[in-house]
């Protein structure tokens, strides 16, 4: 999707919560870092990113960022950090920066493209 709109979504939550922007920036750059190709799309009211099949995104809520894997059911959770019980989704529920090393993001989003791959088949 646009960069532009992109960058429209993240003014639009900026202006309403500003640690939830802080995150949802702060997640979006990690994947940037970690996944190439990635692709980006505004879509369901989230950020949602693809490499190869599309495989998680970031929804901002008032108390938290929700962090989703469409296949997250497929992941093998060995931390028990996962949450939703859900035929297929599971999240990570972010509060504040900190989350993103203490509940192990980076790790988390390698599982979800492996399931979204083992699901769909690599690109």
């Known amino acids: 999707m646009a960069a532009k709109s992109i960058e429209r979504w993240l003014e639009d939550i900026r202006l309403l919560n500003e640690e939830g922007h802080s995150l949802a920036v702060a997640l979006r750059a ?10 980006e799309e505004i879509k369901y009211g989230g950020l949602l990113f693809a490499s190869g099949p ?3 995104g970031v929804f901002v809520y008032r108390q938290h960022v929700s ?4 296949h997250g059911a497929a992941i093998a959770d060995a931390l028990g950090l996962l949450e939703g019980s859900g035929k297929l989704r599971r999240h990570l529920k972010l509060r504040s920066l900190d989350d ?3 509940k192990q993001v980076a790790h988390y989003l ?5 399931a979204a791959q083992s699901v769909e088949g690599p690109p």
């Open 100 to 102: 993103i090393t203490s």
């Open 54 to 56: 599309q495989f998680c």
């Open 30 to 39: 990690l994947l940037q870092r970690q996944f190439q190709p990635l692709e």
């Open 67 to 70: 962090l989703e894997f469409g």
């Open 110 to 114: 390698t599982l979800g493209l492996a």
